[in-house]
């Protein structure tokens, strides 16, 4: 009652296990209620253009127009500064959380009619760890679309277009160890 925001806040478990189509982190604000994605062939999968290749985000919430929103990242903001869209995409492999604002933020998140992405990565700690993974897109694991699979005639079945995409990831930390001191 006494703080009208709208939170949404996905923790590690969740940014690992969520499906993220090129693992841009600023997907994961289309979960969110009163999000819309401006540019609906950004979530395709096929980066055909030079605007899909630069993985920006185009999600407005509640109304607003995709420049309205405000990304942070470990407290500094990461807007590109024409645009206003989001300037720097980190790995998803290095963050610890993600809270989006949708509503109503309090002023010192000012800079923002849309929403506020606030992301942070993960401390460090006093031993050695790492992820690998790959994101695999190919025709062998897609699903046939139900225009290509039903025809009148069974024989003119359309085959699935091909289309490959694998997406590397990694990450790796550990102490910082500086030997004169």
């Known amino acids: 009652t006494t703080d009208a925001m709208t939170t949404t806040t996905l923790d590690s478990t969740a940014i690992q296990n969520i499906t993220n189509n090129g693992r841009n982190f600023s997907l994961f604000t289309a979960l969110i209620p009163g999000a819309v994605n401006t540019y609906p062939q950004q979530l395709s999968g096929q980066f055909a253009t030079e605007r899909d290749a630069n993985q920006t985000s ?34 998803l492999d290095a963050l610890s959380e993600v809270k989006v604002i949708s509503d109503n933020p309090d002023a010192e998140y000012g800079n923002a009619v849309g929403m506020t992405v606030l992301a942070a990565t993960k401390s460090g700690t006093n031993q050695y760890h790492g992820t690998a993974g790959i994101y695999i897109e190919n025709e062998n694991l897609d699903a046939n679309s139900w225009a290509n699979k039903n025809k009148p005639v069974p024989s003119q079945i359309i085959a699935i277009n091909p289309f ?6 990694g990450a790796v930390g550990g102490p910082v160890r500086i030997p004169w001191l």
């Open 164 to 169: 490959e995409q694998n997406v590397w990831s």
């Open 58 to 91: 185009e999600i407005g919430a509640n109304g607003n127009r995709a420049q309205g929103n405000n990304y942070v990242l470990d407290g500094v903001e990461i807007n590109e500064t024409v645009t206003n869209l989001i300037g720097y995409n980190p790995n």
